[in-house]
């Protein structure tokens, strides 16, 4: 069972889309798809457009309007400022303090896990994370 706002949490988002936005300029529809191949589940459109709107008002993006290379409407692009660059280098800390967190919270989670009764059922539905001796 996964816990979306455990695995996904908002500022992991946000950071990827700094960092999609530092490869390339895209556009809204394209960074939330990408967000979800890299399975940030429940992320829309009008999601990302919030934050992009966000961003651009603290200074970490800027928007500008791109002439569609096939027939069609010109697309709102987004990319990054200096200040999002920045940004996005200071989230690499944030990430491995996060890392040493979370890896601090497993071996905890492992611990208590491993004196977990043999003949408990889990619930219905829920697989067992832990051995049992």
């Known amino acids: 069972m996964q816990h979306a706002a455990i695995s996904r949490p908002k500022p992991l988002i946000l950071a990827h889309l700094l960092l999609l936005m530092a490869e390339e300029p895209r556009h809204g529809y394209e960074l939330a798809a990408s967000l979800r191949t890299w399975e940030f589940e429940g992320v829309t459109p009008s999601m990302v457009y919030r934050d992009l709107a966000r961003l651009e008002a603290e200074g970490l993006v800027r928007s500008f309007w791109e002439a569609s290379q096939a027939r069609g409407p010109a697309r709102h692009m987004y990319e990054l400022t200096d200040a ?37 059922a889990p619930a219905p539905g829920r697989r067992r994370f832990w051995k049992t001796s």
């Open 84 to 120: 999002g660059h920045e940004n996005l280098v200071a989230c690499a800390d944030d990430v491995r303090c996060l890392i040493a967190h979370l890896t601090e919270v497993l071996g905890q989670i492992e611990a208590v896990g491993s004196v977990a009764v043999e003949d408990e």
